[in-house]
């Protein structure tokens, strides 16, 4: 993609530097540079994307900040499952806010944030700026982009930054977005390290955003749509800021880092050779991911051992000390489905009672049943000593009424990069979603778009094409 990004300031102000090397390193990665099962598993998580895409359109926040800002805002920008259109940012924005909807989308639990929910409107918005991207762009800049963000957020140990109150992800989002369009832009180095610069000091996201709002659900918008705007206006030549990963004063790690442990070591180390986009966890649940374990743990009781949800009188849950106050806190009737979502407490209680921990677990007309609220108002829980790195484990412990203890811990829930979803369980869960709110011949369509994206080069266009029409509601 030869063209006018490519000119002027080719070199980064430091070229050795880890933001430097960084630059480089994406600027002159090609598609073949990335390994075959890397490419494979990009394009399953991206149909995963598209699943959650489609299938959180139309639920009642969506159609909330649809009807409040596409109008505000009118463009050309696809709008997925609306037939609307909106300016490119606002478009980024709502369709971001759709693909986290329902906690349905991808996570991480060492690097946390959902890569889909910022790459892929990004890169939606981008090809719709601009018809010369093939299919192999569009890949390569969404793996790319995930490789960038996934580095920023380990470089400030994106657990840490989770316990202090910050929504991770939202931090370091912007940065993997500003890398995945400046991939479609064909930027230099030079361009790119300003592209991450301008990404970065927009930086934002309290997790307060769990407790009764349904701003959650937009604000990785928030991150894609500043990673947009990053790129656009470096690409237009506005200089960002210098080796942002590096600076001691007023440096991306410097300041959101503060108080706990930065490493920038982890934005260039073994570029080419380590690859954490494979590494992305695909849900199995509709839940926050750090109720996971704990679900899978009620899930495992109830079936193994038979247990009734009527005749348990106790539950207690363990839950990494790090992850208490982002799963752990005080949950009241009404309750709506955000809270209930991040809730490990709810999760756990409507897993023991449904036998079950999906769409339907937490639809907003099912949130407030008794015989879940019988269980949240028997059960404890509390941190289990270890730091928030091992937020991938709970134990649960259930007393029934006979006398009998049960007691089930799980460290290495299903999805997690120790126990990955199957390419075909992934397909599995597409079609569910999308199943709901689309006809066969279109879910099909897309399908088989998106798993040879790179072998198309029409297949941005023609994924435009397939996104755009209505979708229905996911619940009717």
């Not at 592209?195 to 701003?215: D, F, H, K, R």
């Not at 879940?372 to 790195?389: A, F, H, K």
Request: some cysteine.
């Amino acid at each position: 993609m030869a063209d006018r990004y490519r000119t002027g300031g080719g070199a980064p102000s430091d070229p050795d530097g880890p933001s430097g090397r960084l630059a480089h390193w994406l600027a002159a990665t090609t598609l073949a540079d990335i390994p075959p099962d890397v490419r494979s598993r990009a394009r399953h998580l991206t149909l995963d994307g598209i699943g959650c895409l489609l299938v959180g359109a139309r639920l009642p926040w969506s159609a909330i900040a649809v009807r409040a800002l596409v109008g505000a805002e009118p463009g050309s920008s696809l709008i997925a499952g609306w037939a609307r259109s909106a300016s490119p940012s606002t478009a980024v924005l709502l369709n971001s806010s759709f693909i986290q909807g329902f906690e349905l989308d991808d996570f991480s639990y060492r690097i946390p944030w959902h890569s889909n929910s910022v790459l892929l409107p990004t890169v939606l918005a981008v090809v719709g700026m601009r018809p010369a991207v093939t299919g192999a762009d569009l890949l390569r800049a969404a793996i790319l982009g995930c490789e960038t963000g996934c580095r920023a957020g380990l470089a400030l140990h994106g657990p840490e930054l989770t316990a202090r109150g910050w929504h991770s992800g939202v931090v370091f989002g912007g940065i993997g977005a500003a890398a995945a369009a400046g991939v479609l832009y064909g930027f230099t180095p030079a361009r790119f390290e300003d592209a991450l610069g301008i990404a970065a000091t927009q930086s934002s996201g309290l997790m307060a955003a769990q407790y009764e709002s349904m701003v959650k659900r937009m604000q990785h918008g928030f991150a894609a749509r500043n990673g947009f705007v990053a790129a656009l206006l470096a690409a237009s030549g506005y200089v960002g800021v210098k080796r942002v990963f590096e600076r001691p004063y007023g440096g991306f790690l410097a300041v959101y880092g503060e108080g706990h442990h930065p490493d920038v070591a982890c934005v260039d180390a073994a570029l080419g050779d380590r690859w954490y986009s494979a590494e992305r966890t695909v849900k199995p649940y509709a839940a926050m991911g750090y109720t996971h374990p704990a679900i899978e743990a009620a899930l495992a009781l109830r079936k193994d051992e038979q247990l009734k949800a009527r005749d348990v009188t106790r539950v207690t849950i363990e839950v990494a000390e790090g992850v208490l106050g982002h799963t752990a806190f005080a949950v009241r009737r009404p309750l709506d489905s955000t809270v209930a979502q991040m809730s490990v407490t709810y999760s756990t209680a409507v897993a023991l009672v449904d036998g079950a921990a999906s769409m339907e677990q937490f639809r907003p007309d099912r949130v407030d049943r008794d015989d879940v609220w019988r269980l949240i108002e028997l059960t404890r829980v509390s941190g289990d000593g270890r730091p928030s790195g091992s937020a991938n484990r709970a134990r649960l412990r259930v007393l029934t009424r006979d006398g009998r203890a049960y007691e089930r811990c799980v460290d290495r829930p299903l999805g997690s990069p120790e126990r990955p979803l199957t390419d075909a369980q992934i397909i599995e869960k597409y079609r569910e979603l999308t199943g709901r709110v689309v006809d066969r011949r279109r879910q099909r369509a897309i399908e088989e778009l998106v798993l040879r994206l790179d072998e198309r080069p029409d297949a941005p266009r023609e994924l435009l094409d397939l996104l755009a029409p209505a979708v229905g509601d996911p619940f009717a």
